[in-house]
């Protein structure tokens, strides 16, 4: 079982969940993209229930994230060992989501949501300083207009890395990574 999970302001429906669904079914491989709640710990709840019913299954996990979806990959996946695929991810989204402001509003739906003080502060209990590399793929790009790739890379020097100059947040051209994603979470 794939988990992709998304990033702020987003939805398990946004462009890049939808892409891997489709890719993934076609493999035959087992994925879901729940949208999650927008605050911290009832979105970290969900997705620490979801692995969980799936490990008392026996069935092997692993996890995508984009963005604030990685930042919570990389608690989850040391929480669980887990192999994790992240998409530029948010290494201090304490920092960088501070400054966003609320009321916000989904990308994906447009619904309107509060994002306050509280809510970016509770990030710092699940951040991670130690991380086992070898569970980890990175994609990142240079020209990510709202983080800055070399965080990531520091933090994951040792992991599979996928540095591309260009881009965007967005991830531009994730179709491209699909059968190395694979690879990287399906086979062992």
Not at 25 to 38: C, H, R, Y
Not at 145 to 151: A, P, Q, T, V, W
């Amino acid at each position: 079982m794939i988990i992709y999970i998304h990033g702020f302001a987003s939805s398990g429906q946004g462009t890049k969940a939808t892409l891997f669904r489709a890719y993934f079914k076609s493999q035959g491989v087992e994925f879901i993209a729940p949208s999650l709640s927008t605050i911290p710990s009832l979105a970290l709840d969900t997705l620490q229930q979801l692995i969980e019913s799936y490990i008392q299954l026996n069935q092997k996990v692993s996890l995508m994230g984009s963005s604030l979806g990685g930042f919570y990959s990389i608690y989850l996946s040391q929480k669980y060992n887990l192999k994790a695929v992240l998409i530029n991810p948010s290494i201090f989204p304490y920092d960088t989501l501070s400054h966003v402001p609320s009321p916000m509003t989904n990308f994906y739906d447009g619904a309107s949501f509060e994002w306050r003080q509280k809510h970016y502060e509770a990030l710092r209990e699940y951040e991670v300083t130690g991380v086992n590399e070898e569970n980890f793929m990175l994609l990142l790009q240079t020209g990510d207009e709202s983080l800055d790739y070399r965080h990531a890379a520091r933090k994951f020097k040792n992991a599979s890395l996928n540095i591309e100059e260009g881009g965007s947040h967005s991830y531009e051209d994730i179709e491209s990574k699909f059968k190395n994603v694979e690879k990287f979470l399906v086979e062992e």
